[in-house]
């Protein structure tokens, strides 16, 4: 059980197009989210808690305009990355705790995202 | 807000020597602290967690220790064998709160 999954696992996009990550939790449901970033050999960087059915939290840094966040059921967070730039590249990974249980959280298996 | 220190940023033993890798954060609120391993380009794998209530924990090879006065734990793993090289990160949370990571510690056990 708790297994999140992401879409796509991988993703090559032209500089100024956007892209959406999905991030699901299949056999639980998960009031809250995470979005983290992780650059090559160091550590991960939480960028925003996503909270279904409302607006997500960003950490300061994170444009929030450039990191559009949707929560709209409890199984599924999305995080569209507009107007990419290589910049943006990265490994992009969710999180999520299980509703009503919310130390643990179960990790997505993560996006590349190589922006060109 | 919550700051994890991690050290060392790598550690090299020998097949069968124990490892051990410590954290300390700063954030006296915080109540939940788990190690992640990390292999190249999978996501964290949870090992281990522990409570704020409780001093250790141990499963198998893998325990962890946690000092609340010092605010510092610690990843004990006994007995290494060659498949346990990887990225290992502490991390520190309150309650519902997103997790805040070390660094890193990258371990090579070597046969």
């Known amino acids: 059980g708790a297994v999140v999954s992401q879409h796509p696992s991988w993703v090559i996009c032209k500089s100024g197009t956007s892209v959406k990550i999905e991030c699901r939790s299949l056999?639980?449901?998960?009031?809250?989210m995470f979005w983290y970033r992780q650059f090559p050999k160091q550590s991960l960087m939480l960028m925003a808690t996503?909270?279904?059915?409302?607006?997500?939290?960003?950490e300061q840094g994170v444009e929030k305009d450039k990191f559009l966040i949707n929560h709209a059921s409890l199984t599924l967070s999305t995080l569209t990355v507009t107007s990419a730039h290589p910049e943006d590249s990265s490994f992009y990974i969710c999180?999520?705790?299980?509703?009503?249980?919310?130390?643990?959280?179960?990790f997505g298996p993560g996006t590349r995202l190589t922006v060109l | 807000g919550e700051n994890v220190e991690q050290h060392p940023s790598t550690l090299s033993v020998q097949e069968g020597d124990s490892a051990v890798i410590k954290c300390t954060y700063s954030?006296?609120?915080?109540?939940?602290f788990p190690w992640y391993k990390q292999e190249l380009g999978k996501r964290p794998q949870l090992i281990i967690d522990?409570?704020?209530?409780?001093g250790e924990k141990k499963d198998q090879r893998i325990a962890v220790t946690l000092n609340k006065t010092a605010k510092h734990f610690s990843l004990h793993i006994t007995e290494t064998q060659p498949e346990d090289s990887a990225v290992y990160f502490c991390?520190?949370?309150?309650?519902?709160?997103?997790?805040?990571f070390g660094k890193g510690t990258s371990l090579l056990v070597t046969p």
């Open positions: 999180s999520a705790s299980i509703q009503g249980i919310t130390d643990t959280q179960y």
């Open positions: 056999d639980f449901q998960a009031t809250t």
């Open positions: 996503s909270n279904e059915g409302s607006k997500a939290t960003y």
């Open positions: 954030d006296s609120a915080s109540n939940y």
């Open positions: 522990i409570r704020s209530n409780v």
């Open positions: 991390a520190a949370s309150r309650t519902g709160y997103a997790l805040n």
